[in-house]
């Protein structure tokens, strides 16, 4: 069972429809991320987030809009998404380390999404 | 920008053959963590190498970091129906950002 919980873990929705991911850990880590990930690819960094502040944005396209509302949340907020943006969106954790090297990322099971 | 490349992209082995995959970095890591997402499922975490020529085992599996920093490998010793996935190295050079290589995919034949 992993320690990450991301819901739902299917969504279809049209290119004119707003969405959002969720994504929730108790292991108090300060660290949380979105990657998103092609089939055959390796996940792409999206946003992270340290203590709750946006700590790096990948130059990801305004219809995904990241949200943490508090230390154990994270939501992925999506609007007129295109039809290249289906892809598994994983969530991940962990805790804040040092400035200088990150700690292991635990991911969730991931958001499968279809862009119709 | 930094970039981590990997190789092979694809290893078929006869179980119980020996497997090894590679990472480069164009520039030098602090660290580099290793991953193995098996089909259909997602990332989980192997291990994290922060020391110039660290060497660390886990049972049949044993990682590497260069002495430079800039290139790491996983060897996995006769391998098992078990080790099928896919392996992927992750950089940072500091800060959150992480980026992957693009993995070995593994298949096994028994």
């Known amino acids: 069972d992993t320690e990450v919980t991301q819901t739902p873990k299917h969504l279809v929705m049209g290119m004119t429809n707003k969405k959002s991911l969720k994504c929730e850990q108790h292991?108090?880590?300060?660290?949380m991320y979105w990657y998103k990930q092609k089939a055959k690819k390796p996940p792409e960094l999206m946003f992270v987030?340290?203590?709750?502040?946006?700590?790096i944005n990948e130059s990801v396209p305004s219809r995904f809009s990241p949200e943490c509302p508090n230390s154990s949340l994270l939501n992925l907020h999506l609007h007129a998404l295109q039809p290249e943006d289906s892809a598994l969106y994983l969530c991940?954790?962990?805790?804040?380390?040092?400035?200088?090297?990150?700690?292991?990322?635990?991911f969730g099971d991931g958001t499968r999404l279809s862009i119709l | 920008g930094q970039q981590v490349m990997q190789i092979p992209q694809y290893q078929h082995v006869q179980e119980g053959e020996d497997f090894t995959t590679y990472c480069n970095s164009s520039?030098?890591?602090?660290?580099i963590q290793w991953y193995k997402q098996r089909p259909g499922g997602h990332p989980v975490f192997l291990i994290q190498?922060?020391?110039?020529?660290e060497v660390k085992k886990q049972k049949r599996l044993t990682f590497q970091f260069g002495e430079a920093k800039k290139n790491s490998s996983l060897h996995i010793t006769a391998t098992q129906t078990t080790d099928v996935g896919t392996y992927f190295c992750?950089?940072?050079?500091?800060?959150?950002?992480?980026?992957f290589g693009a993995g070995t995919r593994l298949f096994v034949k028994a």
């Open positions: 190498l922060v020391k110039s020529g």
């Open positions: 992750a950089g940072q050079g500091g800060g959150f950002k992480t980026i």
């Open positions: 991940a954790s962990s805790q804040a380390g040092l400035p200088t090297y990150n700690q292991p990322q635990h």
């Open positions: 520039t030098t890591l602090s660290n």
């Open positions: 292991m108090g880590h300060r660290a």
């Open positions: 987030y340290s203590y709750e502040k946006l700590s």
